[in-house]
């Protein structure tokens, strides 16, 4: 592979200079940088809400044959690739480091040799270039890539936070300001998706599979079960409706009944659905929160987003979701949060590393 080489200082400005163009001074540039899981990722977004570029460069294909991500090789792609991604978004956005205000890059959670590679990266930029540096929480960019296609959208607002690793209901109280209401107890929502993607013989990713049969599937074949969790009403448990499918799957084969793939998708997320969405509505309720907002990998879950905004409409309640492609891991709502904090003055010291199981909230 040819090696792409970041320029640092070719553009013949500095900060100094910058400040004769009044035009670009009252802009917020930040140049964000993902890499926590099997995307390597930079984007260049504008003031927090407007992006400039946005460029992914998926392993998908590389892990499919594994079944799963395979974390060294997670590494080490993103090592070759994170260059070449870096360049590409500033090249999109037509802007050089120079014009870039400050760095942000996700420092947690994830998988650490990933979020290695990234924050390295933007330790790197921003020493090289003298930028400010701003770590961000990963879920706390899924949050924010609401703001994105959403102008008026501000805090407070309830968001369910629905991920590979994570099923969060969150409350955000303000930018960067934000109360854990509720959580799962086992699987994350997206990784039950995988799971039984792989049982009924899907592969990886299983979500967007799941997603597709399930269309073909009647959601009321099979009732599968919708845990509650006593004393918690706003959190969640998916092992056990995993297990039910791996159950009803192993009967089907004991006693030589054939299974249709498509209603097993179709009842599995119909149960995901119900707990997501009831679950929601009724935190909003609680909270009074009149709006509801989607974020994470399953939000781009077509049959969630259909049946979250049926919910919100009967209850007069706001939806907001980002479309597909900025529920998956992306680095233009890494930008939009780093933003935020950089706009609070939050700044990370060279020091900044890794932190593979980042609380939400926590710095
Ligand atoms: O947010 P994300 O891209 O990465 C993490 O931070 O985990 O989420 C990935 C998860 C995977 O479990 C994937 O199967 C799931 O999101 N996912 C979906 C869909 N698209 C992605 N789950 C259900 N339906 C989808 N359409
Ligand atoms: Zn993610």
Redesign the pocket.
Known sequence: MEDTWLVLDGCGCDEMMRGGNMETEKDTLILAIES??D?TAAAVVKNGRTVLSNVISSQIALHTIYGGVVPEIASRKHVEKINQVISEALKEAKVELCGIDAIGVTYGP?LVGALLVGVAQAKAIAFAAKKPLVGVH??EG?VSANYIENPELEPPFLCLV?????THLVLVKDYGVYEVIGRTHDD????A??KV?RAIGLG?????K???LAKEGDPHAILFPRAHIEGAPFDFSFSGLKSAVLNYLNTCEMKNEPVRRADVAASF?QAVVDVLVGRTVEAAEKYCMGKVALA?????????REAMQKACDSRGLKFYRPS?LL???NAAMIGTAAYYEYKKGVRSGLDLNAVPNLKIGER
Do not use: K, M, R
């Open positions: 926590s899981c995307e994830g990963h879920i899924h629905v991920s590979g690793g994570h994350a929502a997206g990784e998706y995988d993607a990886y990713p299983g979500g967007p799941v997603d597709a997320q994470g990998g399953v939000a781009s879950n077509s049959a969630l597909p529920c998956t891991d």
